[in-house]
């Protein structure tokens, strides 16, 4: 099990500038309250043989976009800390997936404000992109993070995306315009 949603609140991100330069520290409460702050987080995008993604329906207790689908999972380094390492760590926790290698293929910046839940994402998002072997792992949940996951062809989902927009956290066409790009592969 992970930490609770409140002790996440607690933890250290790294805040960075327009250029992905560290300047900083503060609380993940505080990076996402209004107007947002920009700091480092990564975005994990699992695909299977066939080429399917791995999706997630985000826990309804989360405290931003909650009950929206999302890419495979996401979170914040700690400042300092390697992408890949805690990335790696936070696939383990959220999903119970440990075999899948982890290979960062780009970078994005995006800003959202949530509605419901009030926060401001304001990221300097990391894409990693991975290959999960199906009949060696399967995903195993936390409900604290997680409520539902599911494998979607990537056309399926581009024209799931534009007929649905807000059933999909706003970062998941940047997760998905950056794993799809040549040099993602």
């Not at 702050?37 to 931003?64: E, I, N, P, Y």
């Not at 909650?66 to 914040?76: L, Q, V």
């Amino acid at each position: 099990m992970t930490a609770e949603p409140e002790t996440r609140e607690l933890l250290l991100v790294e805040l960075v500038d327009d250029r992905g330069t560290g300047v900083g520290a503060c609380s993940v409460a505080e990076a996402h309250r209004p107007p947002g702050r920009l700091h480092r987080a990564f975005s994990v995008l699992l695909s299977d043989r066939t080429g399917r993604v791995l999706l997630q329906r985000r826990a309804a207790t989360k405290t931003r976009f909650a009950s929206r689908w999302s890419n495979t999972c996401c979170g914040h380094p700690a400042p300092g800390a390697e992408v890949a390492v805690a990335a790696a760590r936070r696939l383990a926790a959220e999903l119970a997936l440990t075999t899948a290698a982890l290979t960062e293929v780009g970078v994005f910046t995006y800003r959202a404000a949530d509605g419901a839940g009030g926060g401001v994402e304001h990221e300097w998002d990391h894409v990693l992109v991975g290959t999960l072997d199906i009949d060696r792992e399967v995903p195993a949940p936390d409900p604290t993070e997680v409520s539902e996951w599911a494998w979607v062809a990537p056309p399926r989902l581009a024209t799931a995306i534009a007929a649905d927009p807000d059933a999909y956290t706003p970062w998941l066409p940047g997760v998905l315009r950056v794993a799809a790009a040549p040099e993602a592969r």
